[in-house]
């Protein structure tokens, strides 16, 4: 499974920003999708995640009725829109998948930075 990132960028805290991901190398019918991210000097964090069978949606609670994580079957694309951005929503945004009955998330993008500016 190869995960490519994209639409990171600098905006102001309260603007919103969509980053997507395109997936590609497997059928994803087994898998969930998901995005962690890094602030610098943290340790990396879950931020959300989707079944790509039956849309079951997961969420860190610091995000929960902020951002929504979707996916796009005919582009095979996942995406993450997020509102009310803050400064501390800064970091690096990876994308990652694992197949549903493994623990941990296998499959890495390279990151994708989101700065949030006060």
């Known amino acids: 499974v190869q995960l490519q990132a994209s639409g990171g960028g600098l905006v102001q805290a309260g603007d919103s920003l969509r980053v997507s991901c395109v997936v590609s190398g497997r059928t994803l019918s087994n898998y969930i999708m998901g995005w962690f991210r890094q602030a610098p000097g943290k340790e990396r964090e879950f931020v959300a995640a989707?079944?790509?069978?039956?849309?079951?949606?997961y969420y860190a609670d610091f995000v929960k009725g902020r951002f929504t994580i979707s996916r796009d079957n005919a582009k095979n694309t996942v995406n993450l829109q997020m509102n009310s951005l803050k400064p501390e929503d800064t970091g690096v945004y990876y994308c990652v998948g694992r197949r549903s009955g493994d623990e941990t998330y296998g499959y890495w993008g390279q990151g994708t930075q989101v700065t949030v500016s006060s």
């Open positions: 989707i079944r790509w069978k039956g849309d079951t949606t």
